[in-house]
């Protein structure tokens, strides 16, 4: 969701530029890779289903904060969070989707598809229905209770795990 919502806020209620949205994607990108390493080393100390969890949580903070930018520094300021939930979101997910299929050859690539391909209808569902019922800026609220939902219920499906 953040992918289409993102340029979207950025341009009309955050009143920024089409160049902000460029040198705010490479901060986001280059903290990412710094948090990736940094979850990573986490993960010696909390399962994949806290982490997860926790990474979670902070993008939907993010996602929150974002439908109140009403200027270019505010979606700057969120970077460095922005930066740390998606460096969870994007190298946690494989590894514990593989853990779950450990005993299962050939599925991994399989679950990794499916999980792609009903993530982005979901979100595009979600898009269309927060914005006919909101702005761009209250289907980011939208996007964040899906996100805190989605990860509720893993952890009440998974509560083995935590």
């Known amino acids: 969701m953040n ?50 969890a ?12 974002l439908a109140f930018a009403h200027e270019p520094w505010h979606v700057y300021a969120l970077t460095l969070i922005s930066g740390i939930g998606a460096a969870s979101l994007i190298s946690i997910p494989i590894t514990y989707l593989q853990d779950l299929i ?18 982005a209808g979901l979100s595009a569902i979600l898009f269309a229905a927060g914005t006919a019922i909101t702005s761009y800026s209250g289907t980011a609220v939208v996007s964040a209770l899906s996100g805190l939902l989605g990860i509720a219920w893993l952890l009440f499906l998974d509560r083995r795990r935590c």
């Open 3 to 52: 992918d289409a919502i993102f340029p979207l806020v950025v341009t009309g209620a955050a009143r920024g530029t089409v160049a902000d949205i460029g040198i705010l994607v490479g901060i986001v990108a280059l903290l990412e890779v710094v948090f990736i390493i940094i979850w990573s080393r986490l993960l010696r100390h909390i399962s994949q289903l806290a982490a997860l």
């Open 54 to 65: 926790a990474g979670a949580l902070i993008y939907a903070v993010y996602l929150l904060l």
């Open 102 to 119: 450990a005993e299962r050859p050939g599925l991994g690539s399989a679950l990794i598809s499916v999980n792609i391909f009903l993530s």
